[in-house]
């Protein structure tokens, strides 16, 4: 969805601003899944799926 990762974008944008003004560092990890007339763990799964995804994403680009 192009206007949930927008926001995701967004929301990475800030956080690091706001990381140059902090002594810890700070990381989040999201993920998003929807389904309409899905089986609800299977929702829960695929957004667990995606959070962890984005987490290794996260910690490739902070190595890399």
Do not use: C, P
């Not at 990381?27 to 695929?46: L, T």
């Amino acid at each position: 969805n192009k206007y949930i990762n927008k926001k995701l974008q967004d929301w990475n944008k800030t956080l690091a601003k706001l990381q140059q003004k902090v002594d810890i560092n700070l990381s989040v990890a999201v993920g998003y899944s929807s389904g309409k007339g899905e089986n609800f763990d299977s929702i829960i799964r695929e957004a667990d799926r995606m959070m962890y995804e984005n987490k290794n994403k996260m910690h490739e680009q902070l190595e890399g």
